[in-house]
């Protein structure tokens, strides 16, 4: 059995493992930069470099990222044509994130015209928060759908003599719906940071709904991500 330590190498060994990581920094230097910005402007400006610096390292892991949503596609699209379309549009949705995503990193860091940073971003997001609506409805279709044969599982447990059978299936829905509560509270944490992009308005632009929306996305993922 791996303990803690084991845990903690293996996930820091996945790219979505260290993402996550790097995300928490992101998010608490922001809220620390945020809290001590009109008191303590030295200690601001460092936690803002922090801020910066995770950002754009998070932008670097991310390289090649979009090839993950055009594999899933091509390897489990979906069990019905609904959810078929729900992947088509979700994946497509993140791939143009991803990809675009390549080109604001490189605009931040001068590789290209800086100028193209403020396109790049928009598209990127627009891409994202389209990608998470469809995430979210697929997985709260699936989330009804789980519940529907939980029902029918414990109903026929009644009658049923295989009883430990049953409810092995019923801890295996039970431990799949968490994780996609989990997702769902990722993406639509990231959606809000997605829209604060694209339709700049009080609500999503401010410092305390980003920093708590970035932190719920990034400790979802080490929950979904964190080894079993």
């Known amino acids: 059995m791996n303990d803690t330590c084991d845990k903690l190498v293996i996930f820091l060994a996945k790219r979505d493992g260290i993402d996550?990581?790097?995300?928490?920094?992101?998010?608490?230097?922001k809220l620390v930069h945020w809290h001590v910005e009109t008191t303590q402007p030295d200690i601001a400006k460092r936690f803002k470099h922090w801020e910066v610096?995770?950002?754009?390292?998070?932008?670097?892991?991310?390289?090649?990222?979009?090839?993950?949503?055009?594999?899933?596609?091509?390897?489990n699209p979906g069990s019905t044509n609904t959810l078929r379309l729900l992947a088509v549009l979700s994946n497509a949705g993140e791939m143009v994130y991803f990809f675009f995503d390549h080109f604001l990193w490189l605009s931040r860091i001068g590789t290209i015209d800086a100028n193209l940073?403020?396109?790049?971003?928009?598209?990127?997001?627009?891409?994202?928060?389209?990608?998470?609506?469809?995430?979210?409805?697929?997985d709260i279709i699936m989330l009804k759908e789980g519940i529907k044969v939980e029902r029918k599982l414990r109903m026929s447990k009644e009658e049923s003599k295989s009883k430990?059978?049953?409810?092995?299936?019923?801890?295996?829905?039970?431990?799949d719906r968490i994780m996609r509560l989990m997702a769902v509270a990722a993406n639509v944490a990231d959606l809000?940071?997605?829209?604060?992009?694209?339709?700049?308005?009080?609500?999503?632009n401010h410092t305390v709904t980003l920093g708590i929306s970035g932190l719920v996305s990034a400790w979802a993922g080490w929950y979904r991500n964190w080894p079993s």
């Open 20 to 29: 996550k990581l790097v995300k928490t920094f992101q998010y608490v230097s």
């Open 53 to 75: 610096a995770s950002g754009l390292s998070r932008k670097a892991f991310r390289t090649g990222r979009f090839l993950t949503g055009f594999n899933a596609l091509r390897r």
């Open 117 to 138: 940073a403020k396109k790049m971003s928009f598209i990127s997001a627009f891409g994202e928060s389209v990608g998470y609506v469809f995430f979210i409805i697929a």
């Open 164 to 175: 430990e059978e049953i409810e092995k299936r019923v801890e295996k829905i039970k431990g």
């Open 192 to 204: 809000i940071i997605g829209l604060a992009e694209i339709e700049p308005n009080p609500f999503c």
